[in-house]
Structure formats: structure tokens, C-alpha cells
């Protein structure tokens, strides 16, 4: 079990692109346990009667984000050639959520949820109406108060935005895409980049942001990277730990 | 009109995003076919939400024998949820089907499936969002030909006119053969009513718009069907029959949803049909007689269909999964091979005793959800009149021996309203449940905490089985013997839970009604009647509304009794089950003379066997 020699975890990433960025986060876990399944990857399953199969993820994508940047480790009783486990699941997993690269790491590490906490976003919000300007207006006056309400659910919130909202990046869209197939697509609006932390108190939702003040949803969010921020500030990436 | 078939994702893609479970609409599963490029298409429709119609075994048995075929594809569709269809509606959006996202009109063939009653709204609700002419004998030449089957098939009347052919019987085989049928009449060009014809010439297919509705003397009021002068149309159109199942596909499910849908898990059928004889159970008529995969077979099928599916749990499924004749051995099997994998083997039914318990011990199923048994009536004399076989004694074992096995948690099913039932039945529900908790206590000790759930459904007399002739109780005194069998229980181990009463009458009234029933369905639908099934959507008083636009009135139809030798609005569709062994099980019944399972014992003359020139398959001794 855990203690053999041969006992490792597997740490891959993945993406999660086009429609199937409306999935929720229990779909895409339940679609990666399927995936290693299918692969006939080796696996470690719980004690106790329900045998559950041990992986962990990486913190929730939401609703409606993709991702280029998305992990989970898989617990192995044995070794496997990092290549040859991401060849299988590359075969066994559908393309929208397919796995890019994957490392053998020591069984024993801190589990990935709480470890990645930084992560860059790229987010779209698109209209006719949307500036730079009006963008940097809302995020600077919610920065000032320091703190962000909404509500989830049916339920109110309060964030800390000072300490989430780590920094952020304006750009202007400006048309030019005539590949929208006459469908009326926008092509103004802003491209905003977000650098994020993932505190004791809460994780900062890029859509939660832009509807607190903009009052609308944005058309595109992608998750780009997910880092862990070590104390004297540095990034690890997931990939390169250990 | 022939829709255009053109991908139409586009236009449901930007509402994704405001609506409820949005993978329901996603398509490109594992497993799904993707290439489509028929150029004959068909699509198969389940009449309700994705995560509720994707489980679904026929349709991926269908799916898979089609997508096989030459020249054929097979796409699903499902029907949109209340948000999304309104979404649809306000923007224009057709109904589409899953893979290309094409207008379900656009398809050369649409099949639906009938699950049960409840769903004749929902095919009303998923003609019109695809723009497809709602009555068969009123769609333009070129619109898709509609057909139908599965196993409320039987008395399809109230549904009938929607569709150009109803199937019958099993789906394998005959499938293609009514595509092959419809592709090759259309690349003739000839018409609607000359694919009708052709199509009535197949076994086990019913085309209604080829069939009169009498009503005289010889039949109940809502008459019964005569094939048109001249149609060429058989009188009666018997079933369509697979002699055995182990020429079939054991692992027809390939799709795994990305939703968490109702049964998450892969589902292998272990055998078809049930000769137990149950008089109010409509499947164990119409799905006989009964055909068993050899263990081999399933064994393999299991394996095979976990490895390409991903999934962590199998299903053994059928109407009678513990009765199969190597079903001991084949769950020890499993077990073994699969268990290191966290693989859990689930069966859907356990038999009433010891046994039965044994079995469901091997499964492993989880001791947290409790075992289920369905003794249906609270009483022997009772047990007799419908012919559960099953006795006190094997309740007491079953029950002693689940507890001793470690389950806390015991679910029984039970009935009410059939026929000749009393107080003294009803009360003996509650102390069944009783004695039950009971035993639970003395074998676990007075500490454990043991609990007892029992369910009670209101019986709908079915068309097909030996209580097709029954009316089912009025509203009123169906919640009087609900209250009967309330104050009886006083053990607070026990917990009653009722089946709706008035989704029961709807359920009821569209089983006795023949074509008239359509009426009631559009008139049910113009009233904002779909996902009748839903009991948050469920709204009786449209129901009574509807009955009432057309002058009738729903507890009159549903109680009527038949007289036992009046023409039936279904007596022109036959599962091979003869009625004159339905009328001789009626009266030993009401004699309360129970009839042994043909499987056990030797043939007991239902007359499926010669009618359809097949016989009971079985893989081993039955014991
Ligand atoms: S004909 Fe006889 S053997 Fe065949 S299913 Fe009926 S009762 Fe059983």
C-alpha cells in the first residue's frame, strides 16, 4: 500500500476547453475518475467498505471557466513511466478535457487543493460599451472599500479583496474578427488579466468580480496557471515541485 | 416541412450559461457516435430530461444496433427542460437533436420511447418544440416518420395518432428493420400512406392510422380497433419476439454522461422476461417468456463494459435479476475479479427470501442503503389473489437474515387498492412492518437503530394482465385506506410513504381509455400539463381541467370496471399472452388460487410459447 517502494503519485495537467467548460466541478472529477479507469492506470483505493479510487484535485474550475491549467494526483501502489500513463489517459479521456503533461512525484506531499493557491486568469468581457477605463473605475473603487459582497446562491458574502485580488491588466479588444459567421458576435470590449490568491477566508472568482462591478457576467473566463506561493513570496509551479 | 439539417449548436451555446445543469445539453460523451454521416438518419427521442432519459437501456440498445448498420445513423435526443424549452421558444430554436445538433425534424426517422404514461405529454411538448405536425395522418409528406415503442407501448391508444408506427415487442432486429423499410420507400419516393402499408407488414408493428375505432355493443365505451377496409392491415398485431438474448450485444451502453444522472453506472441485462406471474404487473405479461444470458457471457460483458466505460459500479438488471439460474455464482465471480478495483455489482431486486439475501450479501451493495423487498400486499389471502408467491415465513427469514448480515435499514413495497382488498389487508401492511422492526431488534439488539420504510403505491389496473377488467379506487377512499393503514402503525421504526393518488388516477385513466385518451393528452398539454412525472410539475387540477374541456371526467374513467368478455380498446395488440389465460387467472384469482412460475415448475399455458414459436431459455436449473 502507501508504504511500498514502489508507491508514487501521478501529477497531471489538464485542460478543460469549448463546451465542456460548462461542466461542473463534480462532472469534470467524475469524468477523470472514468478517464483513469478506462487508461487501466494502477490506482490506490480507500480502506473501509465503499473502495474509492485515492486522487486529488487541484481547487474547483466554475461553471462556465475554462482552463489550460487544471491538476490532479493520482495515487499509484506502483511506478509508471510518466509518458506511458499519459499516453493511456491522452487515449481514454475525451478532448476537450485531455491531459497535456504528467510527472511521477514522492508519494507524500501536501494535497494540491490547499497548495495551489496563486492562479492568473484571463477574462473577456465584450460590448460596444466596455472600456478599459470603466473596468479599471469599478475594480480600483472595490479595491478601496477592500472588500467585495455578493451573493451566492441565495446567500450574501463578503471577500477580501485586498488579499485575494492579488494584481490585475487592462487591454482594449478592438474588432477586427470577421470569422463570427455574420452570427453578431461582439468583438469590442476588454481583455482583463488576473492574478489571484487563494486564502484561509475565501478564493477570489474572476465572474464573482466582474459582476460586483460591472453588474454582468463576462463572456469568456480561462484559468492560464496555477502556481503555489511559497512564504518569501516565490511561485512553484505545480510541474516543477520536488 | 423537412427541416434543413444543419448544426444549430450555436444557437443554444450562448444559452448555456442561464439555464439550469447545463451538460445536459453538451453532447460528445465518451462513447457517442460522432460521425454521423448517414445518409439515412434516424433519432432516438426520450421523452424527458437528459440525466432521466440517458440511463435508458432500450434507446442504447437501438443506438448501438443502428449505428452499426450500413448506411444508417442513430442520434439521441432529449427533451429540453422547462427553462431551456422557453428559451427555444422565444427564440425560434427548434428542437435539436445531441451529436450534430440538428433539428429533430430535419431526420428521416424519430423514434420515441414510451416509458410509461406519464410521458404522453412530453410527446406532445417535444413534436411541437421540433415543429414536427403533431397527428400522423395530418404531417406532410416529406416531414420524418414518428414511431414509438417500449414498454408502456401496450394500450398506446391515448398516444397512437401522434405516431406512424408503433413497434411491439423487442427493439432488436426489428429496428432495422423499419429503417430499412422507411430508407427504402423513401428512395422510391412513394408515400406516407404506402410506407404505412409497408411498414403494418412488418412483425410486431402497429401503424394506428390504419385502424377504425368501433364502438358497439360488444365493447367498453371506448371501443376497440379494426384494421381500415382494404389496408391490408393485420387484425391483431402480435409482438416482436427475440427467441434468445444471448445473440444479442450484452454491452449495448457505451455512453458515459458527464452529468450525474438518475443510475450512474454501467447496466448489464442478465435475462429478459419474468414467468413469476404477478396479476398486476403488466412486464411480467408483456416481456415473456423468459430468455437468460449464460454466466460466461455475462461475466465477460461486465468486464469489458467497466473497462471501456470507466464506471465503478454494474448493474445486473432485469425484471427479476436473483431468480436467474446462475445468479449466485455469477455475483460470487465478480466479486472476486472486480472487488480490488473498488468495483461495486449492484442488483435491482431481491427475491423475498433467504436467498434473496444471500444474493444481495454477495453483491456487496451497501449495507447504509438498506435492502428493498416487495411483498405488495400485507396478507397472505391477499399475497394469493395476485400471486405473490412469497409467505410470512419468508418474509421473517428474509428479514432475519438481512439483519444478521449487518443491514440496519429494510425498504418494503407494498400496493394498495387491488382488487378485493379490505381494512384487515391494509392494517396488515403496517404490522408486517411491524413484526419486521421487530426482528431487526432482536437479532441487532435493542440499541441498534433499526428502521423500516415502507412505500405504498396505488395499484393502476394494467391492459395486458389478469386485472385489466379492475377499476381503480376513488380519490376519496384511496385516502381513507391510507388513513387505515397510518393509525395501524404505531411502531416509531416504521416510516409510510405514499405514491401520489392523483398522479395514480391520471395514470389510470390513460391506461383504460383507448384513442379517446388523446384528447385528453392535447387538452392536458394546452393546459401547460409536461413532466407529469415530476411531482414538483404534476398539477392534478390541470388534469381535471382537461378531462373537463372534453366532457369527461377523470375518477369515472379510471374506476370503471370492464366486463370480462367486452372487447378491449386493446385487444388489436397482443404480447403473445392469450386472454383466455388472463381471464382464467382473473377468476383464480378472486378464488385466491396462486399459479406457479413456468420456470420452476412446467408450463402453465399462458400460450406465449406457441404464439410466438419461442420458448423459455434457460442457462441452468432454477431454484
Ligand atoms: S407458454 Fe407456458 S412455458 Fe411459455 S411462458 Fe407461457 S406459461 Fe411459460
Known sequence: MSNDAGACRLRVRYVKEGRLAHLGHLEVMGTVLRSVRRAELPFEVSEGFAKRMRIQFSQALPVGASSVAEYYDLLMPVRLDAQEALDRLKAATPTLLAPQEARVLPRRMPALEAWANRALWDVDILGEDVTPDAVRDGIEAALQKGTLEFMRGTKPRTLDLTSTLVSYELEAISGGADDDGGRGVHTRGVHLGLDTRVTERGSLRPAVLINAVLGRAPNRVCRLSQWHEERDGSLTSPMSVG | ?623
Not at chain 2, 395 to 404: L, P, S
Request: aromatic content about 8%; glycine content about 8%; proline content about 5%.
Open chain 2, 1 to 623: 416541412m423537412r427541416r434543413e439539417r444543419e448544426n444549430l449548436f450555436y444557437l443554444l451555446e450562448p444559452l448555456l450559461e442561464r439555464v439550469e445543469r447545463p451538460s445536459r445539453y453538451l453532447n460528445h460523451e465518451w462513447g457517442a457516435v460522432e460521425e454521423q454521416d448517414g445518409p439515412f438518419h434516424v433519432c432516438i427521442m426520450y421523452p424527458d430530461v437528459y440525466d432521466v432519459g440517458l440511463p435508458n437501456l432500450g434507446i442504447a440498445i437501438l443506438y448501438d444496433e443502428l449505428n452499426r448498420q450500413d448506411g444508417i445513423s442513430c442520434e439521441r435526443a432529449y427533451l429540453p427542460w422547462i427553462d431551456m424549452a422557453g428559451f427555444m421558444r422565444e427564440r425560434s430554436i427548434p428542437l435539436l437533436s445531441l451529436e450534430s445538433s440538428s433539428p429533430v425534424a430535419s431526420f428521416d426517422l424519430v423514434g420515441f420511447t414510451l416509458a410509461h404514461e406519464l410521458v404522453c405529454t412530453n410527446i406532445v411538448e417535444a413534436l411541437d418544440l421540433a415543429g414536427i405536425t403533431l397527428r400522423a395522418d395530418e404531417r406532410e409528406e416529406d416531414e420524418p416518420i414518428v414511431i414509438a415503442g417500449g414498454p408502456s407501448a401496450w394500450n398506446c391508444e391515448p398516444v397512437a395518432p401522434m405516431f406512424d408506427a408503433v413497434l411491439l415487442g423487442d427493439g432488436e432486429g426489428a429496428i432495422t428493420n423499419m429503417a430499412q423499410c422507411v430508407r427504402e420507400a423513401r428512395e422510391e419516393g412513394v408515400s406516407r400512406r404506402e410506407i404505412w402499408r409497408r411498414l403494418s407488414l412488418l412483425p410486431g408493428v402497429y401503424v394506428p392510422a390504419l385502424y377504425d375505432v368501433v364502438v358497439d355493443e360488444t365493447s367498453t365505451r371506448w371501443g376497440y380497433c379494426v384494421p381500415k377496409e382494404g389496408s391490408g392491415a393485420p387484425a391483431c398485431v402480435t409482438k416482436h419476439c427475440i427467441a434468445s438474448l444471448q445473440k444479442t450485444e450484452p454491452v449495448a451502453q457505451r455512453i458515459v454522461p458527464y452529468l450525474t444522472v438518475v443510475q450512474d453506472r454501467l447496466t448489464v441485462e442478465i435475462l429478459r422476461g419474468c414467468a413469476r406471474g404477478c396479476r398486476f404487473c403488466q412486464a411480467g405479461m408483456t416481456y415473456r417468456p423468459v430468455r437468460e444470458r449464460p454466466k460466461e457471457q455475462i461475466v465477460e460483458a461486465v468486464g469489458r463494459g467497466l473497462e471501456t466505460s470507466g464506471y465503478d459500479e454494474c448493474c445486473l438488471s432485469s425484471l427479476s435479476t436473483t431468480d436467474h439460474s446462475e445468479c449466485a455464482s455469477i455475483l460470487h465471480e465478480l466479486y472476486g475479479q472486480l472487488s480490488e478495483r473498488g468495483v461495486r455489482i449492484s442488483i435491482p431486486s431481491q427475491r423475498l427470501d433467504s436467498y434473496g439475501v444471500e444474493m444481495a450479501t454477495s453483491a456487496r451493495s451497501s449495507r447504509r442503503a438498506g435492502l428493498t423487498f416487495a411483498p405488495e400486499a400485507g396478507s397472505q389471502r391477499l399475497r394469493d389473489v395476485i400471486n405473490k408467491n412469497v409467505t410470512d415465513e419468508n418474509m421473517e427469514a428474509a428479514a432475519r437474515n438481512a439483519f444478521a448480515n449487518g443491514y440496519r435499514r429494510m425498504k418494503l413495497y407494498f400496493m394498495m387498492g387491488l382488487p378485493t382488498e379490505t381494512d384487515e389487508d391494509l392494517k396488515g401492511i403496517s404490522h408486517m412492518a411491524e413484526h419486521v422492526a421487530d426482528i431487526g431488534r432482536e437479532v441487532c439488539g435493542k440499541r441498534a437503530k433499526v428502521t423500516v420504510g415502507i412505500s405504498v403505491a396505488v395499484f393502476v389496473p394494467k391492459c395486458h394482465t389478469p386485472f385489466q377488467w379492475e377499476g381503480q379506487l376513488p380519490l376519496e377512499e384511496t385516502h381513507r385506506r391510507q388513513r387505515v393503514m397510518l393509525h395501524a402503525a404505531t411502531d416509531r421504526a416504521v416510516r409510510i410513504a405514499y405514491h401520489d393518488a392523483e398522479t395514480s388516477l391520471v395514470e389510470g385513466a390513460l391506461s383504460k381509455m383507448g384513442r379517446t385518451g388523446f384528447d385528453l393528452v392535447l387538452a392536458a398539454w394546452r393546459r401547460g400539463c409536461r413532466f407529469d412525472a415530476w411531482t414538483d410539475q404534476f398539477s392534478f387540477e390541470r388534469w381535471a381541467d382537461a378531462a373537463a374541456d372534453i366532457g369527461l371526467d377523470l375518477e369515472n374513467i379510471a374506476c370503471e370496471r370492464f366486463d370480462l368478455d367486452a372487447r378491449l380498446p386493446w385487444d388489436h395488440t397482443s404480447p403473445g399472452v392469450s386472454k383466455g389465460f388472463l381471464q382464467r387467472e382473473w377468476r383464480r384469482a378472486m378464488e385466491g388460487v396462486t399459479t406457479a412460475d413456468c420456470t420452476m415448475t412446467q408450463c402453465t399455458g399462458c400460450g406465449v410459447c406457441p404464439a410466438l414459436g419461442v420458448a423459455n431459455e434457460l442457462a441452468g436449473e432454477r431454484a
